[in-house]
């Protein structure tokens, strides 16, 4: 019975499938769904994303997934894509039954045998190149522009040297710069998100790069001695404001430099830290401030 589930949904709201696949791209080790042969799950579980592109994505391949017969629980709390679940898949050619429990709506479905048009709600979710001549995917991290942080970090950027690493990589809009300089030797790029690490392998085409899909908080642990950390951290974990993760990218990005190492750092102004940085760093400098976004240089 080849079952699959997308996340972690809550046990009181859907049930996850006993020995289900797990289809989470921020889940390393995951199965990407697309490579899922058609008709060949039995049961799918899913939490979908809030993203309305990704999401209907998400849900084309599951059906596409779904052997005729096979059954469909879609669950999305009601503020993040909840409310448009029933319509997605009533679009995608599904009969849905629609339940409320724990602030989500849950959508099940069997899959009908006929032949649905899934074709384009999974083209509109699939990787493509940007005008900016950048892969890049609904779903991750800014997906259609620089975000304005990254921007003003790029504006102050020095032209770096030595090893150093991009906690948090994205599709590799700071790496880009960072190897620009040939003075750089190595650069590690880190992301939890697989679709944004298979994109920056696309946009970052070089030999001094080594890509890692996993979560910063572990895979920090395995570097040492580096002379730069650059970083755009997140501040979001399961779709709610998390301050302490960008912390804790904080604190790994000191653990990950040699003493004298710089770590270059970009964020929203509202988030607090300056604490951190002073506790992990021996001299934190502010290099810019504008447009909402602050930019700090600090030296272990
Ligand atoms: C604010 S974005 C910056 C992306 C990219 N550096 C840029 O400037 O466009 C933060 C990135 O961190 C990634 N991320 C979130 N949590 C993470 C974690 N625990 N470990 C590694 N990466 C993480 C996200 O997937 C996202 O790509």
């Given at each position: 019975?080849?079952?699959?589930?997308?996340?972690?949904?809550?046990?009181?709201?859907?049930?996850?499938?006993?020995?289900?696949?797990?289809?989470?791209?921020?889940?390393?080790?995951?199965?990407?769904?697309?490579?899922?042969?058609?008709?060949?799950?039995?049961?799918?579980?899913?939490?979908?994303?809030?993203?309305?592109?990704?999401?209907?994505?998400?849900?084309?391949?599951?059906?596409?997934?779904?052997?005729?017969?096979?059954?469909?629980?879609?669950?999305?709390?009601?503020?993040?894509?909840?409310?448009?679940?029933?319509?997605?898949?009533?679009?995608?050619?599904?009969?849905?039954?629609?339940?409320?429990?724990?602030?989500?709506?849950?959508?099940?479905?069997?899959?009908?045998?006929?032949?649905?048009?899934?074709?384009?709600?999974?083209?509109?979710?699939?990787?493509?190149?940007?005008?900016?001549?950048?892969?890049?995917?609904?779903?991750?991290?800014?997906?259609?522009?620089?975000?304005?942080?990254?921007?003003?970090l790029l504006q102050h950027l020095p032209t770096l040297s030595?090893?150093?690493?991009?906690?948090?990589?994205?599709?590799?809009?700071?790496?880009?710069a960072v190897?620009?300089s040939?003075a750089?030797?190595?650069?590690?790029?880190?992301?939890?998100?697989?679709?944004?690490?298979?994109?920056?392998?696309?946009?970052?085409?070089?030999?001094?790069?080594?890509?890692?899909?996993?979560?910063?908080?572990?895979?920090?642990?395995?570097?040492?001695?580096?002379?730069f950390?650059v970083?755009?951290?997140?501040?979001?974990?399961?779709?709610?404001?998390?301050?302490?993760?960008?912390?804790?990218?904080?604190?790994?990005?000191?653990?990950?430099?040699?003493?004298?190492?710089r770590?270059w750092?970009?964020?929203?102004?509202?988030?607090?830290?300056?604490?951190?940085?002073?506790?992990?760093?021996?001299?934190?400098?502010?290099v810019?401030?504008?447009?909402?976004?602050?930019?700090?240089e600090?030296?272990?």
């Open positions: 019975m080849p079952s699959a589930v997308y996340g972690n949904p809550p046990p009181d709201v859907i049930e996850t499938p006993k020995g289900a696949a797990q289809l989470s791209p921020l889940i390393p080790g995951s199965t990407d769904i697309s490579r899922l042969a058609d008709a060949s799950q039995d049961e799918i579980a899913l939490l979908v994303p809030g993203g309305a592109i990704e999401a209907r994505h998400l849900l084309a391949h599951a059906l596409r997934v779904l052997r005729p017969g096979g059954e469909l629980a879609a669950a999305a709390p009601k503020d993040r894509g909840g409310l448009r679940l029933k319509k997605t898949l009533v679009g995608l050619g599904c009969e849905v039954m629609e339940t409320s429990r724990r602030h989500h709506r849950i959508c099940e479905v069997e899959r009908p045998a006929a032949a649905l048009d899934l074709a384009g709600a999974i083209a509109e979710g699939a990787p493509r190149i940007l005008p900016s001549g950048l892969w890049s995917q609904p779903g991750v991290f800014s997906w259609d522009r620089l975000d304005p942080g990254s921007d003003l030595g090893a150093g690493a991009d906690f948090g990589c994205g599709i590799g809009w700071l790496a880009r190897l620009s040939p750089v030797s190595a650069l590690t790029l880190i992301d939890l998100d697989r679709r944004a690490v298979e994109c920056a392998e696309h946009n970052v085409v070089d030999p001094r790069a080594r890509f890692v899909w996993a979560d910063v908080r572990n895979a920090a642990k395995d570097l040492a001695g580096l002379d950390v970083m755009n951290p997140p501040f979001h974990d399961g779709g709610q404001e998390d301050r302490r993760l960008g912390q804790a990218f904080i604190r790994a990005a000191a653990d990950s430099l040699k003493t004298g190492g770590l750092l970009t964020a929203n102004r509202h988030l607090p830290y300056e604490a951190v940085l002073a506790e992990a760093f021996k001299a934190v400098t502010p810019a401030d504008g447009g909402g976004y602050k930019i700090y600090a030296r272990k």
